[in-house]
Structure formats: structure tokens, C-alpha cells
């Protein structure tokens, strides 16, 4: 390996900082820490508190039991609605118990978790308005949020970080199709996050719990009902400084219109303040590609028009699946467009063609962490259940996202991974016998003797608490 000379200046800044470097380090020493380290956001990254670029990987899921498949049962005596009670929640949360350690063994550091409305809507309320699905709030209750948060969603944020999961947190529902600015929906997520961040756990768990402001925004104007480029930044700021003035000092990712495909607007009128990044969805079809139009190139410079904000701050795709097609009727997506028929996932796409350009928009920007759009896109739930381990969804389909998934997560796992908020930032001098000086280590990997600092190997390394690559 070539090597670089070091002047005697930096030789004693690096005498005095931690010295990370690529010299056999062991994937024992690589994520995996508990208690989950803190993050905040600096500049397009999303950092430790050393300083080292995070990037994050794993699901989505919601405490449903229609959407859990029925492999959780609670106390049901009127109808469906009624598994959604206090003593229904120790089913729910020993369900996903066992989720969360499949996902721990598939290398998930992220879990998307959905406020779910099952749990804060009031059944005996009667349903008003014309939206329809969970874009209908009219049965919204505060009350049955402020009850079910410190019982059921907040224990599940928990179990998650205890199997090494960062936590982000989507509202219940999703967005009505036309929104502006001071409409009764910006009302309700004004209110849900108000009551969320008056939680007092959730203010303790800032560096490990972030906040996704709303889920699929289609189409949103300003409060006069006109084409606004800063219709978005009005929308979403009064929740970002109501959620600040809680005292909750987490990452809150903002959406995008066009169902969190369209970030424009926020080039020139982005969310203001501390530890913003962006919420985008990706499936096949997107930021023109798909398995029948695959070029790498030109997905990778369609998503940055679409979403410029990635090159100032850290991005998370909340939502992406695909499977390949296969006989049988298909549905219509979000944008009408007609889908085929696949093994079970929301698009239809295949590893070696779309999620190929996929894959390498993530790696191309460098910044892009990601959630799948359920734990069955990754894992072979029923064989989790039965047997303890985590295999791929889809049979390991290899042209599926289970098993395209899983190994690149494997394989993410030991890069741009979070270090201990308490982790040394000091070499550590370690007197051995066989050498006249001090040899410095970090956790048990040798680095050498301070003699030898002037001529290291290049590779990245934390200087003054920064990330810098020396060549």
C-alpha cells in the first residue's frame, strides 16, 4: 500500500486523536453498538458524535394486524376495529419482538415505524368528509394517541434500539390528495406532533428517534390556493418550530409532493434549522427507470433533478420494494399507472436491471439511507416464526428485494457505521515488551509506534474529530 509523509504538525494531532484506519479492523468492531450512539445531521451527512458519516438500512412496518397478517391476535368481541385496545397490546408487542430480532440478523440499523390508526382512531366516532382509507382523519381521538403512545408505540421504538435499529416515526395516515398551506390537515399534524414531542422519552431518545413530518403529499399549494414554490416550506416549517419548541432536538425528515417524489421547491426555500434531512419514496417506474429503461446514469441524474436537496442534506428513502413479474392480475400505482403482477410487492422490478440503477444511485450520492416498505420485503416472515431465523422474502428470490436486500445490507454493515457516543477519541499508548516506545491501539487493532506515525498507510482517518481521507 502506498504511503504518504505527515508532517510533524499532524504527526501530534494524530499522536492526540483517534486514528481510524483501513488496517484490518474486524467486523467485530463495526455497528452492532448498544446502547445506539447518537446522530445528528452535518452538512449533506448524517454523523455520529465523532464525527463519522451514518448511513442507515432496514423496513418499515406498522402495528396492524390486517397489514401484520393476521399472525397476531387481540381481544375482539365487536368487531375488527376492537383488536385495538389496552389489552390487546402485549400481542402486538411480542409480535414484533420477534420481528425485530429477524431483522437484528438481517443487518437492519433503521426501523420505519407507522403511528398506525387503527390505535388513534375512535370507532364510535362517526366518519365525516370525503376522503377516503387512512387520508380520512375525521376519527383522529388525542386521547387514544396520548394512550396508546407511552403503551404501545413508544415501548415498540424501544424493542427496536434494543436490536439495533434507529427509529423513525411517521404520522397515522396518509396525506389527502390536495393540501394548502393552513388547511385542517397541516391543523392535524401540527397537533399529533405536539402531543408526540411533549413525551418526555421521546426528547431523552433525540439521538436515536427522528420524526417524518408526513407521509405522501401529492399535491400542495399555498393558502391562497395557488402554485406556490415555497408552498411546501409554509407547510411544514410551523410543525418544525412547534416540534422545536417542545424541546425535541432530533432529525425531523420533511417530505415531498408528488407521494414524496418531488424536493424542487426546497432548492431555494428548504426546511430551516439544525438536523433537517428529507423524506423520498423510490419505486420501480420513478425518476425514469424501470426494468425496461435500467441505465444507471440516467436514474442516478433523474432522481438528483428531482430531489436537489440530496446534495445538501442527508436523504432516506422510507419506501421502496420491487419484485419481479410473474403471471397474474396486476394493480394501478399511485400516478394510475398500471403494474403487473409480481411476488408480492407494491412495484414490479427485478435486482439485475432496476434495482441495479438502484443500487447504484445509493452508491453514487453516498448520503441515501433506506427503509423497504414492510419486513416481509426482506424477511420470510412465517419461517422467522417457525424457526427463529432470518431467511429471505420471496424464497430468496434473487431477483426480489429480500435477497438483493439482505446481502447488501450485509455488506453496508461494516461501512459508515455509527462509534459510541463514549468511544476513546485518543489513541491509546499500550506499552509492549518487544519495542523500546509506547505501540497505540485502538480497541485491540495495533496502529504502531509514534516513531512510525510519519509514514501511515492511506485510508480514511478521524482527525479533530472530522472524517478525512489521506492519499
Known amino acids: 500500500m502506498r504511503t504518504v509523509s505527515i508532517n510533524a504538525k499532524m504527526k501530534k494531532r494524530l499522536l492526540s486523536t483517534l486514528i481510524v484506519a483501513f488496517l484490518g479492523c474486524s467486523a467485530t468492531v463495526a455497528q452492532g453498538v448498544k446502547p445506539l450512539p447518537t446522530l445528528h445531521t452535518e452538512g449533506r451527512w448524517l454523523v455520529d458524535k465523532h464525527g463519522n458519516h451514518v448511513v442507515l438500512h432496514g423496513v418499515m ?195 415531498g409532493t408528488g407521494w414524496q417524489s418531488n424536493y424542487k421547491s426546497y432548492k431555494n426555500y428548504p426546511i430551516e434549522g439544525d438536523n433537517i434531512g428529507y423524506a423520498v419514496h423510490d419505486y420501480t417506474g420513478w425518476y425514469g427507470c424501470s426494468d425496461d429503461t435500467p441505465d444507471p446514469d440516467n436514474k442516478i441524474r433523474n432522481f438528483h433533478q428531482s430531489v436537489p436537496v440530496v446534495d445538501v442534506a442527508p436523504v432516506i428513502i422510507t419506501e421502496v420494494d420491487w419484485s419481479p413479474e410473474k403471471p397474474g392480475a396486476g394493480h394501478y400505482n399511485e400516478h394510475g399507472d398500471y403494474v403487473p403482477a409480481n411476488y408480492g410487492t407494491w412495484s414490479t422490478g427485478s435486482t439485475s436491471k432496476w434495482g441495479k440503477a438502484f443500487k447504484a444511485t445509493l452508491d453514487h450520492f453516498g448520503n441515501i439511507s433506506m427503509t423497504l416498505s414492510g419486513t416481509g ?66 480497541q485491540g487493532v495495533r496502529v504502531g509506534t509514534s516513531d512510525k506515525l510519519g509514514t501511515l498507510p492511506s485510508g480514511i482517518y478521524l482527525i479533530g474529530g472530522k472524517k478525512q481521507i489521506i492519499r
Open 61 to 255: 412496518d406498522t402495528p396492524n394486524v390486517y397489514f401484520n397478517g393476521d399472525r397476531w391476535q387481540g381481544t375482539k368481541e365487536r368487531g375488527w376495529w376492537d383488536h385495538y385496545n389496552e389489552a390487546s397490546v402485549g400481542y402486538c408487542l411480542d409480535y414484533f419482538d420477534k420481528v425485530f430480532d429477524g431483522l437484528e440478523q438481517a443487518k437492519c440499523n433503521v426501523f420505519r415505524l407507522h403511528l398506525d390508526p387503527a390505535w388513534t382512531n375512535d370507532p364510535d366516532k362517526q366518519q365525516t368528509g370525503t376522503e377516503t382509507g387512512e387520508a380520512n382523519i375525521s376519527r383522529f381521538s388525542e386521547e387514544r394517541l396520548k394512550t396508546f403512545l407511552p403503551i404501545l408505540y413508544l415501548p415498540l421504538a424501544e424493542k427496536a434500539m434494543s436490536h439495533g435499529m434507529y427509529v423513525v416515526v411517521r404520522p397515522p395516515g396518509v396525506c389527502p390528495q390536495d393540501l394548502k398551506v393552513g388547511d385542517y390537515y397541516q391543523d392535524y399534524l401540527m397537533t399529533v406532533w405536539d402531543i408526540f414531542t411533549q413525551q418526555p422519552l421521546v426528547k431523552q431518545l433525540a439521538g436515536q428517534l427522528s420524526i417524518e413530518l408526513a407521509n405522501e403529499p401529492v399535491r400542495l399549494k399555498n393558502a391562497e390556493g395557488k402554485e406556490d414554490p415555497k408552498a411546501l416550506h409554509d407547510y411544514f416549517q410551523p410543525i418544525v418550530d412547534k416540534i422545536r419548541a417542545n424541546g425535541f432536538t432530533g432529525i425531523i425528515w420533511a417530505p
Open 377 to 442: 420485503c426482506l424477511i420470510d416472515i412465517d419461517k422467522l416464526l417457525a424457526t427463529g431465523k432470518a431467511e429471505p422474502a420471496f424464497d430468496g428470490l434473487e431477483e426480489a428485494c429480500g435477497k438483493a436486500c439482505m446481502d447488501w445490507y450485509a455488506a453496508y454493515y461494516n461501512v459508515d457505521w455509527p462509534h459510541a457516543d463514549d468511544e476513546e477519541t485518543g489513541l491509546i499508548p499500550v506499552v509492549e515488551r518487544s519495542e523500546p516506545q509506547p505501540v497505540y491501539t485502538l
